[in-house]
């Protein structure tokens, strides 16, 4: 029964899909943020998203409404805290605290902007750091009249970091799946509630947190494939997505197979510049 639901869901996704891109293709068409994804990115977070959606069943968390207070910095930076489950379906219990961090739009409003940063493990609140004057200077130049919103991914900063030491020293394939193992065990059942779906889950319980309907996402490296879940799962209450460092849905292979199939190539024109290199007199034999 639940494998057909996962199918049913695939299939409205695709759906939904094709009818947001012959959408695009009209030319007096208003084009949503998800029309606009490449194809490729689509297909690459579609089956995630469906089984995710699953998952989750038919009691979707809905956040409370919180209201951030002074985080006591120049800037004038807000702090909260929104509470999400760990486990969206109830088979683990347990909550997570996400630290939020606000600055109200300066002059005309036009939006609200989450800024999301990379990794996966980057922290977004301690990254693009709005508590510092040079930083919110930057931000505010590029995003004049947006609300800015940055929190803490589940299991970084300050929002539960997750921290295996001795996987992060790790330098052999040995000692990094002896590390691994050690640090699966450590985390225990809440080892399977940091996939990207989840991370997307608790964008959408910040936004709600927040009281917005609509926010723009600005993400980076990792942050971009954040973004682009996020759109899918949530297309109503996406105004516009800003990828930079783009990060393809299908990255990153966990046995870096793309740097095994380009190798062969970059070392070839390597050692073909080499020679030319020697040939011309201009590289030492």
Known sequence: MKTRRVVALAVALLALVACATGAAAQPHAAASPVAQLPQAALAGLMLPAALHAAR????????????????????GVLCTQVVVPLDRSGGVPGTLSLH??????????????????????????????????????????????????????????????????????????DSEQSAAAACAATLGPQ??????????????????????????????????????????????????????????????DPFSTEVLRTLSGHLGRLLLGRRLSRRDGRFPR
């Open 100 to 173: 939020v961090e606000v600055v109200p739009a300066a002059g005309v409003a036009r939006g609200v902007m989450f800024l999301v940063a990379g990794g996966p493990g980057q922290g977004s609140a301690h990254v693009f750091g709005l508590g510092s004057d040079s930083a919110l200077s930057l931000y505010r130049f590029l995003f004049p009249g947006y609300t800015l919103v940055a929190y803490d991914d589940r299991g970084t900063g300050t929002s539960g970091l997750l921290d295996c030491p001795t996987l992060q020293k790790a330098n052999t394939a």
């Open 191 to 252: 080892r399977d509630f940091y996939s990207t779906a989840e991370h997307a889950e608790d964008l959408e319980a910040v936004r709600q947190a927040l009281g917005f309907d609509k926010v723009a996402i600005y993400g980076v490296s990792y942050g971009t494939k954040l973004a682009m879940a996020y759109a899918l799962a949530h297309p109503d209450h996406v105004d516009r997505l800003l990828l930079d460092s783009v990060l393809p849905p299908e990255l990153p």
């Open 56 to 75: 989750l069943g038919s009691s979707p968390f809905s956040a409370p409404t919180v209201t951030p207070t002074s985080c006591g910095k120049p800037t």
